[in-house]
């Protein structure tokens, strides 16, 4: 009787980590359920469904992380129309398209005002091209992406730590904001 008793004691202390666990179920989820399930991105729809999006475009630099000096961001405002009650701030790649007169880097911004890339910019030159860019409102369609990146927290070299995050892939900005590069 007391090799049983010691049995299920010993039993009930054992920690249980399987898939079917209710505790590691809210923490986990699986590949297979992650392809099939819709993910709400910070835009407030599913990611990779295409909407209109107003956003202000504003620089890395005011966030002061290493991560986004030398780029460009957007805070988006509203969704299809309707404002979001926490805007989001979101990197994002622009395609090359004639329709795309956005920029994520000075050296794009340069590009899409003097139709040639430059070697090198200075940041007297930087301040100069941003004057009428940063700040701006646009109105852009696009689609919200999401993917992995990062180190393992195990390992011992300094970046940022394994993580899913999301970015705006920009599809083209239309015909409303002719006027953002002058």
Known sequence: MKHLTLTILAAL??????????????????????????????LGVPLGTYVEIEAIIISGAELRTKEHDGSYLLKVTKVEGKPLKMPPTMSFTVPSHPLAKVANNPFDLYELKHDKRPS???????????????????????????????????????????????????????????????
């Open 120 to 182: 090198q910019l200075d940041s007297t030159e930087i301040r100069q091209l941003e004057k009428d860019y940063v700040g701006q409102t646009v109105t852009l369609k696009a689609y919200e992406c999401g993917s992995f990146s990062g180190i393992p927290e195990e390992m011992i070299w300094q970046g940022p730590n394994f993580h899913f995050s999301t970015h705006l892939q920009i599809m083209f900005m239309p015909w409303t904001n002719p006027g953002i590069l002058k």
């Open 13 to 42: 202390t054992i920690p249980i980590h399987s898939a079917e666990d209710p505790a590691q179920a809210d923490q986990t989820i699986s590949i297979t359920k992650l392809r099939e399930a819709k993910v709400i991105g910070d």
